[in-house]
């Protein structure tokens, strides 16, 4: 099949798609990504890049055609507004002449913003081929969860965008089923809706490190807690920060932070106010192929989010790699994210923003017994192949694909 792959992110930027793009391509399927120039997360355009030029590329096979965007600079409201509807612009106007050729099958990646969805309706109307929507993040409810957007009449104005994107898509995509009352309420009809989760790339499985590794040097002795990811609004850091304050008096308990993000300069700003330089250590971000390594040396690995509504709908995409890499999980997040964690039995999880509980909850796995915790790390990894494998679900959105095609050549005879 031809596949076009719409996405505002796409690789040097880390995210999923673009393991699904090269599982795609690796499955025999010629693929072809319409993204933006990449700026996520630092706001500044990768070394090469920039507003104009490098307008395509070949990345392991996929076809990568680029178009201009404003970068997220600071990270700001303004900004990012800027940044998702300069996009949303230039991809738009582009299509026809930067998208040549013809498709069986659109996929949208959807993580945030909502807006990637509207070059993907022209891409759409332009190419008669289906469009399958994936969504990572619920809009609007996400802008109003993180602060973004507080004004009434603003969020108004996105959920009359949300209808009309969703209801020109052929099939929406979903990263959790909790996400499909939502989406239902929002007009989309069961046969138009589909629970698709994230999987995690086939290096995420449990590794073992050398003793003269490099990580080794810059990792704290003790009793390593590590979170890896964006240090971003819904992550939640006050409370990472307030557990770790907690337990400050425990100095083998060590809280080791892999990311940064728009929330860096705070949490930054809070282990000193609260002096918990000797505790808490900020590692900066690495690429995402070494997190398998990184992983393997911390005792628990740990996931939080907002005590939002909204959140409690979500599974945080680390939780798949998580339970991939066979580490004991402890996490701060309700809903559907816990109820994995939980249902897996591969950790310890409490209420979102819940300070107390979590520095109980990693005092607790403290003191476990290492073998209970390698038993918890076990039954992720087996959880992980039983519901997340990266080839079945693969296998799967290329039914789903298949089917849409054969159904729209069928209408079009």
């Known amino acids: 099949m031809k596949v076009l792959i719409v996405t505002q992110y796409f690789w040097p930027e880390d995210f999923r798609i673009n ?12 693929v072809t990504v319409y993204t933006g120039k990449p700026n996520y997360p630092g706001g500044r355009f990768f070394p090469g890049y920039g507003f104009l030029g490098r307008a395509g590329e ?8 680029r178009v201009p965007l404003v970068a997220r600079a600071g990270g700001g409201t303004l900004r990012l507004v800027l940044n998702y509807l300069s996009f949303a612009f230039f991809a738009s106007v582009l299509a026809p002449l930067r998208c040549r050729g013809g498709f069986d099958a659109i996929l949208c990646y959807e993580p945030s913003p909502i807006t990637v969805g509207l070059p993907a309706l022209v891409l759409k109307r332009l190419k008669r081929a289906p469009l399958l929507f994936w969504v990572q993040d619920l809009w609007p409810e996400s802008l109003s969860a993180t602060g973004v957007v507080k004004t009434r009449w603003v969020l108004k104005a996105v959920e009359r965008l949300v209808r009309f994107i969703y209801r020109g898509c052929d099939l929406i995509l979903l990263q959790s089923r909790a996400f499909i009352d939502p989406v239902r309420a929002l007009g989309v009809p069961d046969a138009r809706i589909a629970y698709f989760p994230n999987s ?11 003793e003269s590794a490099a990580e080794r040097e810059r ?6 807690v590590m979170f ?8 939640d850091f006050e409370t990472i920060i307030a557990a770790a304050d907690r337990l400050k008096s425990s100095t083998d308990i060590q809280w080791v932070i892999l990311g940064d993000g728009r929330m860096l300069a705070m949490v930054e700003t809070e282990i000193a106010r609260r002096g918990l330089q000797a505790t808490v250590r900020l590692l900066g971000r690495h690429p995402v192929q070494t997190m398998p390594r990184w992983f393997a040396q911390a005792e628990a690995l740990l996931v939080t989010l907002k005590n939002e ?19 004991p999980i402890v996490g701060a997040l309700d809903g559907e994210g816990a109820r994995v964690v939980r249902e897996a039995g591969a950790g310890i999880v409490v209420p979102a923003g819940d300070a107390g509980a979590l520095a109980e909850a990693v005092a607790n796995l403290h003191r476990m017994p290492a073998e209970e915790r390698l038993a918890m790390g076990a ?33 079009a005879c």
């Open 200 to 210: 995690a790339e086939s290096f995420y499985r449990p590794v073992s490190v050398e």
């Open 19 to 30: 393991d699904l793009a090269r599982g795609l391509h690796e499955r025999g399927h010629e």
């Open 379 to 411: 039954r992720g990894r087996r959880y992980f192949e039983e519901h997340f494998d990266r080839e079945r679900l693969l296998g799967e959105l290329e039914r789903r694909m298949r089917e849409l095609a054969a159904r729209r050549q069928q209408c």
């Open 219 to 224: 990792l704290p002795a003790g009793f390593r």
């Open 58 to 65: 070949d990345w392991d096979g996929v076809r990568v055609i």
């Open 309 to 327: 509504p909204i959140f409690a709908l979500t599974i945080p995409s680390k939780v798949q790699s998580y339970l991939a890499c066979a580490r």
């Open 228 to 235: 890896a990811g964006n240090v971003g609004a819904a992550q």
